[in-house]
């Protein structure tokens, strides 16, 4: 199993954002033999903050753009709540596309999520995964 690791961090803009640090771009998951973990992880300021847990009014982890059933497993949450896992079973063209998601996190009592506005070092507006 392959594993793409990616790091989320707050924003210093004051913007209650979380930037997935994607250099502004899809994350791009080429297809494989095995299925992909991708893992988000707070880090940098953001560190100290936990994830939401999946069952929340603003879950850790939702998908704005719900793929086909079958291709993402369940998101995870960490047991220290800074990282969130989801398996990518992208193996053909079959389970191609794009799908944005959202992330949500609360660092030192203050909810952040990624809809804020946009980083030039990553992506806080409509971050998204893209099947190749």
């Not at 594993?3 to 210093?12: D, E, G, K, R």
């Not at 959202?102 to 806080?124: D, E, H, I």
């Amino acid at each position: 199993m392959s594993s793409i690791t990616l790091t989320s961090s707050v924003t210093l803009s004051g913007s209650s954002g979380l930037d997935v640090h994607d250099h502004g771009a899809p994350i791009p998951v080429p297809a494989e033999t095995d299925a992909t973990n991708l893992i988000w992880e707070l880090t940098g300021t953001a560190a100290q903050g936990s994830f939401n847990a999946m069952n929340a009014t603003n879950p850790g982890f939702a998908w704005v753009d719900t793929p086909p059933s079958g291709i993402f497993g369940t998101p995870t949450l960490g047991a220290n709540g800074n990282q969130i896992t989801i398996t990518d079973n992208h193996i053909n063209s079959n389970s191609g596309g794009s799908w944005r998601y959202k992330l949500c996190a609360t660092v030192n009592g203050q909810p952040y999520s990624t809809t804020a506005s946009v980083s030039p070092r990553g992506t806080t507006d409509n971050p998204t995964i893209k099947n190749n």
